[in-house]
């Protein structure tokens, strides 16, 4: 199945032409308003695609034994907090599946200043989510348990070691390491921030993946589309890079679950020190039984949603040093009399730029694009958002979806 290489290359080129225009060219600013973007047509050689990682792939396997910690991952809070995530236990998939009791298993996170010392322990949750197909020869999943602990007390730019798990059966994960971030309002900023949309699980993640984890970001920022698990049926096998044209026969959307398992290990190697800031896409909505979407995506991760007022995964926001982000959601209610534009505004209005002088936006597909299958597919997101962002004058978008394949 064909995919894109990541987007993180484009957005570079993107930045690099804002930066050093040509001599005889003036590019306007957003404190000016809006203005006619300038365009430049797509050069088709660029369209490579990159076949899927099989499941077989080492890198997708897992390699603890059920109590031990896998997937593990974490994700900022406050300036002086983390999440850390992880998930125990065996997945199942068939006809017939049952659900782990996730309350079989502590959720627990050892952490301090050096090495194999933890002058600190928190406690977190626990959960499961299950992918059900109420349809005749599809199959259905249940996830193993899923775990969130927020650590707090965390002094800014330090090294902590943690280990994660459950003591009480021996099953604490191995020593990891992350640093903590500058502060809001000390004048600094993240060494690097990394931002890749539409990551998926192929050839071409391994580069990309391979690439950021050489270049050490302080922050990493994943703009929708992250497995592409949606692209099967549930019986697995080989992906399609559209999905109708290949399965016209599929009674529904289907998904196949184990691979976001897969990706959760394929990423572990750089999630597990370097906070993961995640954004829906339209492949994450896996819609199933009772019209429930999104389960997957709101379950696995967790995000600074309550911190930020949001209350909602699906939209938040979050400082980074001396940088705000927000974080927007395209594919729930964004019209102006709705809930999302309400905080919207509300936590724009926060913004001190005395202590965040950055103002970044995200959101997964692009306003503004010359793309024939997505050009003007998300101009009503526009109508409604636009202006608020020019009034509190945002300094740069980031969004993904409109891809070289």
């Not at 964004?334 to 103002?359: C, F, H, I, M």
Request: aromatic residues 12%.
């Amino acid at each position: 199945m064909e995919k894109s290489e990541a987007i993180l290359h484009l957005f570079l080129l993107i930045i690099t032409y804002m930066i050093v225009p040509s001599s005889s060219q003036r590019i306007p600013t957003t404190l000016e308003g809006p203005f006619q973007p300038v365009t430049r047509r797509f050069n088709p050689s660029l369209r490579r695609g990159s076949d899927d990682l099989p499941m077989d792939d080492s890198r997708l396997q897992k390699k603890v034994t059920s109590n031990f910690p896998e997937q593990i991952s974490l994700a900022l809070s406050t300036p002086n907090s983390m999440w850390v995530s992880w998930v125990t236990g065996d997945a199942q998939i068939g006809v017939n599946v049952t659900a782990l009791d996730p309350t079989t298993a502590r959720s627990e996170v050892w952490y301090g200043k050096e090495s194999r010392k933890y002058s600190a322990r928190k406690r977190g949750v626990s959960l499961v989510y299950s992918q059900l197909y109420p349809f005749e020869g599809l199959l259905n999943y249940t996830s193993g348990i899923i775990h969130h602990v927020r650590i707090d007390g965390l002094e800014q730019e330090t090294k902590y070691y943690y280990k994660c798990g459950d003591s009480s059966l021996a099953a604490l994960s191995e020593e990891l390491m992350f640093e903590t971030l500058p502060l809001p309002g000390s004048g600094k900023y993240p060494t690097r921030v990394a931002f890749v949309g539409d990551l998926g699980l192929t050839s071409n993640s391994t580069t990309t993946v391979d690439h950021i984890i050489k270049n050490d970001p302080s922050l990493l920022l994943l703009i929708g589309d992250l497995t592409y698990a949606n692209q099967y049926l549930t019986t697995g096998g080989k992906g399609a890079s559209c999905y109708t044209c290949e399965f016209p026969d599929s009674p529904t959307r289907e998904t196949y679950q184990p691979r976001w398992d897969g990706w959760g290990r394929f990423m572990q190697p750089l999630t597990s020190r370097v906070p993961m800031m995640v954004i829906e896409g339209n492949h994450e909505i896996e819609l199933q039984v009772a019209n429930t979407t999104f389960l997957s995506y709101l379950t696995r991760f967790s995000v600074p949603s309550t911190e930020s007022g949001s209350n909602t995964n699906l939209y938040y926001s979050f400082d980074a040093g001396g940088i705000h982000f927000v974080m927007l959601g395209a594919y729930v209610d964004y019209n102006q009399n709705g809930a999302q534009y309400a905080w919207l505004e509300r936590d724009l209005k926060k913004v001190d730029r005395s202590r965040t002088p950055w103002l970044v936006a995200t959101w997964h597909p692009p306003w503004y694009n010359s793309y024939s299958s997505h050009y003007q597919e998300f101009e009503c997101m526009r109508l409604q958002m636009e202006a608020l962002l020019y009034q509190y004058r945002v300094d740069i978008v980031f969004s993904g979806h409109v891809r070289m394949s």
